[in-house]
Structure formats: structure tokens, C-alpha cells
């Protein structure tokens, strides 16, 4: 349920996740300060410096997108199961678990599972099309759908960033992941 928790946190606002199960409100919680923690990480600053003349505020988005993207391409590098048994098992985990999904995570999830974007996330051609749909959801001012050029050319770059960034996400993660389940 941790796991429900972190998914749905960007769509629960601000105190609706005492509405949870408390391993529901945990991963809402952890996700809240994940989201602290690479919002405020001179790394991630580097990476959305990079994006912000041409993209403006979006390009937080964007580089989130791109490291969900360096995340699945190099999936083996920091899971042991396969990213398409891991997907397969978290679709199934939210399918199981209806009766905590908000509803707008209720319908936008089966085109998440049909497409399966977690799998999509790791190539260039698939975070294009993420890019796309994000583009059309700001009515195309965003111009997100253009950034996969960015991706392209500064590939290298933002891998390393990326690399960088994650391994202290996943100290700061496992950390107060900790925290919480003592809780």
C-alpha cells in the first residue's frame, strides 16, 4: 500500500491523505518529500537551468520526465526484476486496490496500463510520446513535446545528472522510508 500511496500522492492535495490507511498516508507522505528533496537539489537544478529559456516553468516537468526516463532505461541497474515484471506486478497491485484510487487516477489508469507507460518511459521515442500528451494537456503553450530534442542532444549530460542525483534520492528515500514505517 506504500507503493498505492506514492503513485496517487499527486492527486490527493493537501490534508485528503488522512483519508487513507496509514500505509496509504505513508506513501503519500514519502512521496511529498521526495518531491522536496528534488525540487530543492542543485542537480536537478542544473538539469531544469538547462530546459528554463526555452521552457520556462515546465521545465521541471520536463526533467522529472527525463529521469523517469533514465530510470527505466537502465532499469537493471538499480532493480533486480525486469521492468516489465515489475510494471506487470504494480498494474496488477493497483487493480487489486480500486477502493483507494481517487478517481482521477481511476481514469487515466486504464490507458496507463493498456499503453503501459512505466515500460514506454524507457526510450526516447516513448518519453516523446509522454512529451506529447503533456504538451496537448497545457493546450500546446508548453511546447514539452519539443523537448525530446534536448534529450537528444544533451543525452550524455542529463544521464549523468541523473546517475548522480539518483543515487542520493535513493539514500534519502530508503531513509525516510525508515522513518515513516517506525512511525
Do not use: C
Amino acid at each position: 500500500m506504500l507503493k498505492i500511496g506514492n503513485f496517487i500522492a499527486d492527486s490527493v492535495k493537501g490534508k485528503q491523505y488522512l483519508d487513507y490507511p496509514k500505509a496509504v498516508q505513508q506513501g503519500i507522505t514519502l512521496h511529498r518529500n521526495i518531491d522536496e528533496f528534488t525540487d530543492s537539489h542543485p542537480i536537478v537544478h542544473h538539469s531544469v537551468h538547462r530546459l528554463f529559456d526555452k521552457y520556462s516553468h515546465y521545465s521541471t516537468v520536463i526533467v522529472d520526465i527525463l529521469y523517469d526516463h533514465f530510470l527505466a532505461a537502465n532499469w537493471s541497474d538499480f532493480h533486480e526484476m525486469k521492468l516489465e515484471d515489475y510494471s506487470q506486478d504494480f498494474y496488477d497491485l493497483i487493480q487489486r486496490n480500486p477502493q483507494v484510487l481517487p478517481k482521477r487516477v481511476k481514469n487515466f489508469m486504464p490507458y496507463m496500463i493498456e499503453h503501459n507507460w512505466l515500460v514506454t518511459y524507457s526510450t526516447i521515442d516513448g518519453i516523446g510520446l509522454i512529451l506529447s500528451q503533456m504538451n496537448q494537456r497545457t493546450k500546446f503553450r508548453s511546447k514539452m513535446d519539443q523537448s525530446v530534442n534536448e534529450l537528444r542532444a544533451f543525452y550524455d549530460e542529463f544521464k549523468d545528472e541523473f546517475y548522480r542525483f539518483f543515487a542520493e534520492l535513493e539514500a534519502f528515500s530508503e531513509k525516510r522510508k525508515k522513518e515513516l514505517l517506525e512511525q
